[in-house]
């Protein structure tokens, strides 16, 4: 008995340890600021408000939607009573959807603040790109 609460413990450590490494920051795609340059400052403003609740939106679907878990019970079958562990971990398709699309708004979000820098818009003075 004693054997499998050690195995346990150890096996949810590891998990516990993986699961944390797993978790990584999502990183902008690269967008350029050209296609920006027609905006105006007042336009620019709303385009970089609606991305924002895009990107709100985004990260409230991954975090409710993007998680592993680890599951220990006691099951009961032909054999008698035994401890029983599930694992959910990895990244199914429609995790690596949601990153990319956070990536995209995170790269449309940097193009805008550096076109607004760029027009001298008074918004874009005190935000801060992802790199920064």
């Known amino acids: 008995m004693k054997a499998w609460l050690a195995t346990g413990v ?7 340890l ?11 795609q690269y967008v350029s600021p050209a296609q920006y340059q027609p905006y105006d ?16 939106g985004a990260r409230r679907e991954h ?3 993007a998680a592993s878990g680890v599951g220990v019970g006691i099951s009961a079958g032909r054999w ?6 599930s694992l959910g ?3 199914s398709n429609n995790t690596r959807a949601r990153d990319a699309k956070l990536a995209r708004l995170y790269g449309e979000r940097d193009a805008l603040i550096q076109s607004a820098r760029a027009k001298g818009c008074n918004f874009a003075s005190n935000l801060k790109l ?3």
Not at 41 to 56: F, G, S
């Open 41 to 56: 400052c007042q336009t620019l403003a709303n385009e970089y408000t609606r991305v924002e609740r895009y990107i709100d």
């Open 80 to 85: 008698g009573i035994s401890p029983n562990i």
């Open 18 to 28: 993986t699961g944390c490494a797993s978790t990584g920051h999502i990183a902008p």
């Open 130 to 132: 992802y790199g920064e």
């Open 89 to 91: 971990v990895g990244q």
């Open 10 to 16: 150890l096996l949810l450590g590891g998990v516990g």
């Open 63 to 65: 975090s409710t939607l």
